[in-house]
């Protein structure tokens, strides 16, 4: 009751997204978990925490996971606030704490 999201009127309706990973960080089993956060203007709006399906065999590759995860929910964010009238003009940003990952999302060549 005490606690909530702020949302306040006079920011620009922008998204943005922070995604990071932990790789192997579950002792049991050697996965990986990855989580993003997404904010509409002031608040957030989307969130997700969840461990990987497979072991990743560096934190390059759980960076990179952990921001395509990101990049499916920024696509469903785009098409729901479409579909509620609100469509968006700007690119939505996803930030990443990895330089590694950052320039094998922009790498445009087949990685396998």
């Known amino acids: 009751m005490d606690y909530g999201v702020m949302y306040k009127s006079n920011t ?3 998204i943005k997204g922070y995604t ?3 790789w192997a960080g579950y002792k049991a089993d050697r996965q990986s978990t ?4 997404f904010s509409l203007g002031s608040g957030a709006i ?11 065999l560096s934190s390059t590759e759980a960076e990179y996971r952990g921001a395509a995860f990101a990049a499916c929910e920024a696509v469903w964010l785009k098409h729901i606030l ?3 009238g609100l469509p968006l003009t700007d690119p ?3 930030f990443c704490d990895n330089m590694s990952s950052i320039y094998l999302a922009r790498n445009p060549v087949f990685h396998a």
Do not use: A, C
Not at 34 to 37: E, K
Not at 46 to 56: C, D, E, Y
């Open 46 to 56: 989307s969130w997700s925490s969840k461990k990987h399906p497979k072991i990743v």
């Open 92 to 94: 939505i940003h996803i």
């Open 20 to 22: 990071d990973s932990d």
């Open 34 to 37: 990855s989580g993003f956060v």
């Open 12 to 14: 620009t309706i922008r």
């Open 82 to 84: 479409k579909d509620l």
